[in-house]
């Protein structure tokens, strides 16, 4: 019993921990403001996603973009709101991983829903494909072009239009960015139910567009639950005005669900209403490490029974997620814990009474000690601690990408099966001899939202390349399907998974949806060559 | 401060609390069962729907049904799947309000998703009108047919297929009852993230068709959010196989979204997947006496603030409604505060540690009591007693039918203006002379989900009639529609709210569903006349 006390004593005493990062250091935010503003020539070099995908053909149902196009789009908006400098155009045509880029001659930012119609209209009948876009934060190739779309920003779409202080229900512009809403809310005592690690880049807009997921789901759901409202412009110009700000509305069909995480296929969302729960007012958060999965999964489900309604977010990431985080974290940050672990799990607990949360986490984390579940582990003592803990997790998906070129899988699946799609992966690619020191890959990394059964499984290889591509691909999604499992928990379909829809979706399923693409989008002009498989 | 400790203490002492009613003893279970079995006739006397709304016109475009059309039903249904007795259709062609009465002469009862998709698909083909039917506990009149219709009883469908005791992810079919499967979880440690007052007859097909709300929304959400998946079998005999029991899942539209609040129009849901999520093992009920709305919202916002994630329910109700609730529960049954008061809070939390749950709860109320918000209030000190303190509030829709005629009302608004829709609609039946002894009303009476922003107006009338509708309709629409509510926040459009549609959504949104309904049911044969606007 000494030991065990001894330990959990030192579980609280982290004054090991010593990492500096402020919130949101490690956002996307960052690398954003570097290829806009401080390195047009950072894309030079990047290959376009027509050389990778030589299967894609730009559509001949489409317009080329002519001067008179030009001079109607200059009759609407201000020259501001206008972008054709071919430098200009990088960030827009690029997408932060450097793994799509387009060629689009034009980025047009209306800065109301009437000047999104005027564009819309326009396009569809002049049929010129566009590309809805938010803040580029996207992990499938969906908010870039892939030939010659117009880019249609939201960037300056970006007011809070109202909120309401006793119901919590926000109503903004699309293109208001998801961290200055959550700082607004703050001030009010809300906050925004979803969070994910580009919040300081990506929009509300997007998000919505995605369905992002992130990791405030398991606590406060999806998007489908916490969007009140929604503003969309279709293709033929209509405004759909769904603004509702009420939680409860059963007077038809429910449009707005449709609109939820179509990556911009079906219009613009040029609004969200969104119910913003109370901010609570403790906060815990604890770091563990732990020897094996099997004890993840007990920890998970004691969580479940011990911190209830409490337990506001349970993530995990696996040894080599951390090796790479240590690596590529700013200076001066490190590890707060002992030793390396094969599981790390990011606990925290959100609540209105800082007393009974610290009682209900400490009992709960004792018994764990005791039966040890857990091996070692640190609770943060502030809020510096607390957000110096977050920067771990929130910084893994960069540091994955330093990694080299990284292939990105986001499926969702049984929690008893998680992992080992990783562990499936790592066999694979060494049976084949493929990874390793001066191979083609140098390592598969699991990390993600338990809680929603959600892993993120990144592959880092020296290079995108079809060789690489091959030894992953389909392998992976055939993986996914045979443990009944999405080929997409969060991140979309975009470019990268379209074709490969059949793995998660029935033909009566996917014929249904390309139904409903045709019913709102005839000449298919909103964002072309994505999501649905191509015919 | 001795007054404020004494009445802090009058307020756990509850041995005046004598309710005797069991668990769902004031629930719609009982009605149905009077209704089916015990009493024939117990609808000989209702009128007929098409007398009661004389616009309504069969249309032509729907064939008559014919030996033929039965041959072909008893040769894929076994004969106890078929009704054709006028004494048992009644059942089928009544609401249990009776306010709507068919005139159905064929109720198939298929067993499976195979047999629902062969009759869908020949009504299609046959141009057979078909209503699906769940427990038949709507209030809008959307479960019974107008005409001859048939009925597709989703009653013989009620196998629970599988649940996840990890993930809480329970998949069953459609005609499964709600309360039946509420208790199946109770004793795996999760519960059904709904309950309603129909519990005990409610189909969770009918739940998720409709939408349904209830007393848990607060708390775990709307349908779209925990919902995961369903099965659907689409008009032309499809079979929709969308029953993920995935949390995340973004691969393509997410098109079950489309069938939840669709009331039958789109197809028929013949199996659910849905989250549960984990039983608190903590639950407290506190019954509240309030001298006015305003201090009703002061309980709002501060138990927002300080039972935050363990307030599971805020329901009230007013004076009249108590009064009625008093005068029509069961024989012993009674009201435990000492006083009538203008309002009644119920308030229950839910969380996984009595002692915090206890502790909060108690500094919340000794805060309104010494803030003289509330005036009187009992906590519940067992089991018992939260059932009876609940089966006040869930026997007040059965009260106030026993009042007469009642015309129901379901709205939803800004928590601010939420009774004044109560005060308008009184001040105006007295200013037109009509309510009062031996006068058209006997009284209004408001109650509903303050959480939710969501009021239940009910006017007892002596009869159903023209000059009594007149009187409250349109004039309670465009109060609703001026004040940015809802005409429905719950119960759905059925029949009832179909024409009033435009007070609650924009043309172009009308249109778009329109649009909708035109490309999955092009022959219209799914539930019509109801839902969307006649044309």
Not at 131 to 142: A, D, E, H, R
Not at 222 to 236: A, F, M, Q, R
């Amino acid at each position: 019993m000494l030991t065990m006390l001894s330990r959990i004593h030192s579980l609280r005493a982290i004054s090991r921990l010593s990492l500096k990062r402020p919130l949101g250091g490690i956002n996307f935010l960052g690398a954003r403001a570097t290829f806009s503003t401080h390195n047009p020539s950072y894309f030079a070099t990047n290959r376009f996603t027509v050389d990778e995908y030589p299967y894609l053909k730009r559509s001949e149902s489409f317009n080329r973009l002519s001067e008179k196009d030009i001079s109607y789009f200059k009759s609407i908006l201000a020259s501001s709101s206008i972008t054709q400098d071919a430098e200009d155009l990088e960030a827009f045509n690029n997408d932060w991983l450097r793994k799509y880029r387009g060629q689009s001659k034009l980025v047009l930012k209306p800065s109301s829903a009437e000047q999104v119609s005027q564009i819309l209209k326009y396009c569809n009948e002049q049929r010129l494909a566009v590309v809805p876009q938010g803040g580029n934060t996207g992990l499938v190739g969906g908010s870039v072009p892939v030939f010659d779309e117009i880019v249609i920003s939201l960037s300056h779409m970006s007011k809070i239009r109202s909120f309401d202080e006793v119901s919590g229900a926000l109503v903004c512009d699309a293109g208001c960015i998801l961290e200055v809403l959550d700082k607004y809310l703050e001030e009010r005592g809300y906050i925004m139910p979803l969070d994910l690690g580009a919040k300081g880049s990506c929009h509300i807009g997007g998000n919505v567009a995605t369905n992002a997921g992130g990791l405030r789901l398991l606590r406060y759901g999806s998007l489908h639950g916490t969007v009140l409202g929604l503003e969309v412009v279709l293709p033929d110009g209509t405004i759909l005005d769904n603004l509702s700000t009420l939680r409860k509305d059963n007077t038809g069909y429910d449009l707005k669900q449709l609109f939820i995480g179509s990556e911009g296929t079906l219009g613009i969302i040029t609004a969200v209403s969104i119910l913003s729960p109370k901010r609570s007012k403790a906060t815990n958060v604890a770091l563990l490490g732990l020897n094996n999965f099997d004890q993840l999964q007990a920890t998970f489900k004691r969580s479940k029974d011990e911190l209830s309604e409490i337990l506001s977010a349970f993530e995990f990431w696996d040894r080599e997620a951390m090796r790479l985080a240590k690596q590529h974290l700013v200076a001066g940050a490190h590890d707060p814990l002992q030793s390396l672990y094969p599981f790390y799990i990011l606990i925290e607990t959100s609540g209105s009474n800082k007393d009974h949360d610290d009682e209900k986490l400490n009992t709960f984390l004792e018994g764990l000690m005791t039966d040890d579940v857990i091996q070692d582990g640190v609770v943060a003592q502030d809020s510096t601690q607390i957000h110096n803990l977050w920067a771990i997790r929130e910084g893994i998906p960069e540091a994955c990408s330093k990694a080299g070129a990284v292939y990105k899988y986001d499926i969702s699946m049984p929690v008893p099966v998680l992992y080992q799609a990783v562990e499936d992966m790592r066999a694979r690619l060494v049976k084949e001899g493929a990874i390793g020191d001066g191979k083609l890959f140098s390592s598969v990394i699991g990390y993600g939202h338990v809680g929603d059964g959600n892993l993120h499984l990144n592959v880092a290889a020296t290079e995108f390349c079809k060789e690489a591509t091959d030894l992953i691909e389909p392998y992976i999604f055939e993986w996914t399907a045979r443990h009944a499992g999405s080929i997409s928990a969060e991140h979309g379909l975009g470019l990268s998974k379209n074709n490969h829809l059949h793995y998660s979706k029935s033909p009566s399923m996917i014929q249904l949806m390309r139904r409903f693409k045709q019913l709102i989008d005839p000449n298919g002009i909103m964002n072309p060559y994505k999501y649905l498989p191509l015919v």
